[in-house]
C-alpha cells in the first residue's frame, strides 16, 4: 500500500530590510504557481517567509518592530498567495511573525489546506540568540527578545486533505532539538514540514564554521532525526544575502531512511518537488522504532526534569 | 591548555561459536599492544566483545545460555586484558554479557583504567529483537529473552584518563546509539566522549518489510554522527564484525567529534586499529552556544518523552 503526497518546498533567496512587502509577496506566489504547475499538492515556504530575517537587528521601539509583524493571517498584505493558492487548489505551509490580539508575539508556522481552511498552527519553541544585544556583533540575533515561547507544544495533525498523512510543523532551530522530533513522532508524525533562516557563519558570529559546515549541521539534523523517528521532513531555507549577512541554503526532501531525496542547488528562490510515500516511515515504526515495544522512559527522568546540563561525579 | 587524548575504536572481527574467550582476549591482547605502538591512552572494545553473538541462538531453558555470561570481572580468562592495559598504561572500554551474584542478567560494559580500577559500569537499556522464538525471522534476536533493561540509568563519570586530570565519559551499547533519549540523558551529564560498542547485523533479518542493504552501515553512522552533534561531545563506535556462524555483521567503525563529523574510520570488516587525537576544546563551541542547554531547551514542552512509551494517533482535522 502506498499513500503519495506530490510535496514541493520553496527556498528563497534572501530578502532584503528595504524590500518592499508586495516584492517578496510576489515572489512568494511565483513559487507558488510554479509547485502548482508540478502539481504539487503541498508547497513549504521558509521561515519568516514574507520579510527579512528581522531579529538580526535592534529596534528601539516598538512601533518599529512592529511593521514586521502579521496582526492577522491572512491580512491585506497576504491575501493575494491565500486567493491563488485556493485557486489553484493547493496546500502551503508558511512561517510568519505572529502579533496576537492581547499582544502576544510569536515566531508561527501555518499550514493550510488546498481549499484555504488552517490546518494548524504551531508557534516556535527552541529560540535561539539572546534577549540583550550582542555588543559589538555586526548582526544580532534577537529571537529571545522579539518572542515568547511558543505556548501549543508540537502538535502534529491528520490531515484528509494531504493524502490522510500525520503532519506536523517545526521552525528552524527547532530541527536541532530530537526532542521536538521526538514529541511529534509520539504523536504519529509522518511528514515534520520545517522553514528556516540559518546563519552561514559560526554561533559566535565569527568564521570558526564554514557555509559548507553549517550547511552540513542543517542536513544532518534533518536526516538523523527523520531517520530515528522514522518520519519523511522537509527543510526549506531562506538562503543567500540580507543585507550583507549570509544564509545557508540546502533545503531538502529527507525519507524516513534519512536519505535526501531532493535538494535545492543555488542559493536563491528555487523550487524542489518529490512524490513521497507516507507508508514509506512504517518499516521504521513497526520494527527499529517500534516505541511501544522498545523506548525505555524510566530512564529518561533528566530529559524533562532538567534544563542545564549538570557535571557529574 | 591543551586537553588532548588518544583514543583507539579496536574493531574485532568475528568470534565463532566454538571459540572460546581465551582466544578473543588474545586477539584484544595483540591490539592493545599496537594501540601502545601508536600512543593510544584509551581503546574502546565492541559490545560482547569476549564470545560470539549469542542472542542469535535460541535455548528453550534460559539457562543453557549462562555460558555465555561472566560471572566475575576481571576473571582468570579477562585477567591478561587487564594485564596489558596495565602494562602499557592504557585504559579500555569492554563489553560483555554479565550474571551478577543474585543470577540477574545484563548486556554490560565497563570502563577500566589501567590500574584495572572500574572507573564506570553501564548496562544495555535499549534491548532490541524479541523474547520468543520467532520463527519467521532468518536469524534470531533474542536480546529480550537474555537480558533484563539495564538498571543503572545512562552514567557518567568524571575521571583522570591518560594525560587528563579528568574527563566526562559515558557508555551506550549498540542499539542505544539510535536513541536520542539515551544520548541527551548522557549530554545532561555533560559527556564528553560517549563509547558505544556494537554486533549489528549487515542485512536485516526480520525477512519482512524492505530495507536496502546498504542503509544498515548509513545508519549507524548517521545515529553516532548526530548523537555527537546535537550534544556536542565526541563519540566513539566499536563493531565486532565480519561473519560468525554465518551471519555477517558490519565494520566500519568510527570515531566522531563534536560537530559530527567522523574523524576515522575502519574499512575492513575484520580486527582493525582507528586512532584519533581528540582535542577536547572542540566540546566547547557547541554547548557555549546553539547547545547552551540551560539557555535554549524547553522541558515543559518534552512531556511525552517521559510520560508516554508508544506513539498515539492525533486527533483526525475536521473544519472549525
Redesign the interface.
Known amino acids: 500500500m502506498s499513500r503519495i503526497l506530490r510535496l514541493a518546498g520553496a527556498q528563497m533567496a534572501g530578502t532584503q530590510k528595504s524590500d518592499p512587502r508586495r516584492h517578496t509577496l510576489h515572489r512568494l506566489i511565483a513559487l507558488l504557481e510554479q509547485a502548482a504547475a508540478d502539481h504539487a499538492q503541498m508547497v513549504v515556504f521558509p521561515e519568516l517567509a514574507f520579510t527579512t530575517f528581522f531579529p538580526r537587528w535592534l529596534f528601539p521601539t516598538t512601533q518599529e518592530l512592529d511593521t514586521w509583524f502579521e496582526r492577522a493571517m491572512p491580512n491585506p498584505n497576504t491575501q493575494p498567495l491565500f486567493d491563488r493558492a485556493r485557486e489553484l487548489n493547493i496546500g502551503f505551509n508558511i512561517g510568519y511573525a505572529e502579533l496576537t490580539e492581547t499582544g502576544q508575539r510569536f515566531n508561527t508556522s501555518i499550514i493550510v489546506n488546498p481549499d484555504g ?4 498552527k504551531y508557534r516556535k ?4 540568540g539572546s534577549v540583550e544585544p550582542r555588543e559589538g556583533a555586526k548582526f544580532q540575533q534577537l529571537e529571545k527578545r522579539y518572542f515568547e ?2 505556548d501549543l ?8 486533505q494531504f493524502a490522510g498523512g ?1 503532519l506536523g510543523m517545526l521552525i528552524c ?1 527547532d530541527r ?8 511529534l ?4 508524525a509522518e511528514l515534520v514540514v520545517i522553514g528556516y533562516n540559518s546563519a552561514a557563519y ?3 558570529g565569527g568564521d ?2 564554514s557555509p559548507e ?1 553549517r550547511t ?2 542543517s542536513q ?2 534533518a ?3 527523520a ?2 523517528n522514522a518520519t519523511w521532513a522537509i527543510t526549506i531555507a531562506k538562503a543567500g544575502n540580507e543585507d550583507g549577512s549570509g544564509l545557508i541554503g540546502g533545503s531538502c526532501i529527507t525519507d524516513p ?2 536519505h535526501i531525496v531532493a535538494e535545492t542547488k543555488t542559493l536563491g528562490d528555487e523550487l524542489i518537488t518529490a512524490d513521497i510515500d507516507l507508508d514509506a516511515g ?2 521504521g ?13 524510566q ?15 | 591548555m591543551s586537553r588532548t587524548l588518544t583514543v583507539a575504536a579496536a574493531q574485532l572481527g568475528p568470534i565463532q561459536l566454538a571459540e572460546g574467550r581465551d582466544i578473543a582476549v588474545a586477539r584484544m591482547v595483540r591490539l592493545m599492544e599496537r594501540a601502545h605502538a601508536r600512543g593510544v591512552e584509551l581503546v574502546v572494545f565492541p559490545e560482547l566483545a569476549l564470545t560470539t553473538f549469542f542472542p542469535r541462538h535460541y535455548h528453550e531453558n534460559r539457562v543453557e545460555a549462562d555460558r555465555w555470561f561472566e560471572t566475575s570481572m576481571p576473571s582468570n580468562e579477562t585477567a591478561p586484558l587487564f594485564a596489558a592495559a596495565k602494562k602499557y598504561g592504557i585504559g579500555f572500554h569492554l563489553g560483555y554479557a554479565e550474571r551478577t551474584p543474585e543470577g540477574r542478567h545484563f548486556n554490560t560494559a565497563i570502563l577500566v583504567n589501567p590500574q584495572g580500577d572500574i572507573l564506570l559500569k553501564y548496562r544495555k ?4 529483537g524479541h523474547a520468543e522464538h520467532d520463527p519467521r525471522r532468518n536469524v534470531q534476536h533474542l536480546e529480550k529473552r537474555y537480558f533484563e ?2 538498571d543503572l ?6 575521571a583522570p584518563i591518560g594525560s587528563l586530570d579528568g574527563l ?1 565519559m559515558g557508555m551506550m551499547i549498540c ?1 542505544d546509539r ?8 548522557l ?5 564528553e566522549l560517549v563509547m558505544c560498542g556494537y554486533n549489528t547485523p549487515s542485512l ?1 533479518m ?1 525477512a519482512s ?4 542493504h546498504h ?1 544498515r552501515v ?2 549507524s553512522h ?2 553516532v ?3 555527537a ?2 550534544n556536542a561531545t565526541f563519540a566513539i563506535a566499536t563493531a565486532k564484525a565480519g561473519t560468525e556462524d554465518g551471519c555477517e555483521l558490519f565494520g566500519h567503525s568510527i570515531i566522531a567529534n563534536p ?3 567522523i574523524v576515522a574510520m575502519a574499512t575492513s570488516w575484520d580486527d582493525e586499529l582507528i586512532t584519533a587525537d581528540l582535542d577536547l576544546h572542540q566540546t566547547e ?1 557547541g ?1 557555549s ?11 515543559e ?17 475536521k ?2
Open positions: 481552511t488552517l490546518l494548524g519553541i527552541h529560540l535561539p515561547y511558543g507544544g508540537f502538535p502534529t495533525f491528520r490531515a484528509p500525520i532551530n536541532r532539538w530530537p526532542e521536538a522530533w521526538r514529541v513522532a509520539l504523536r504519529g559560526d554561533p559566535n570558526s564554521e559546515q552540513e549541521h544532518l539534523a536526516r538523523a532525526n531517520y530515528m531512511n534519512g512504517r518499516q515504526k513497526e520494527k527499529m522504532f517500534n516505541f511501544a515495544q522498545h523506548r525505555r522512559p530512564w529518561y527522568t533528566p530529559i524533562t526534569t532538567q534544563t542545564g546540563a549538570e557535571s557529574p561525579k | 537499556v535499549h534491548l532490541p533493561v539495564g540509568g545512562f552514567p557518567v563519570i568524571r566526562n542499539n539510535r536513541w536520542p533519549e539515551a544520548w541527551r540523558v549530554g545532561l551529564q555533560k559527556v536485516n526480520a518489510g524492505f530495507e536496502a542503509l548509513f545508519h548517521l545515529s554522527q548526530s548523537g552533534y546535537q560537530q559530527g563529523e563551541l554547548r552556544t546553539i547547545f547552551a542547554f540551560d539557555k535554549h531547551r524547553r522541558p514542552a518534552y512531556a511525552r518523552i517521559v510520560e508516554q512509551t508508544g506513539a498515539v494517533d492525533p486527533p483526525t482535522w473544519e472549525a
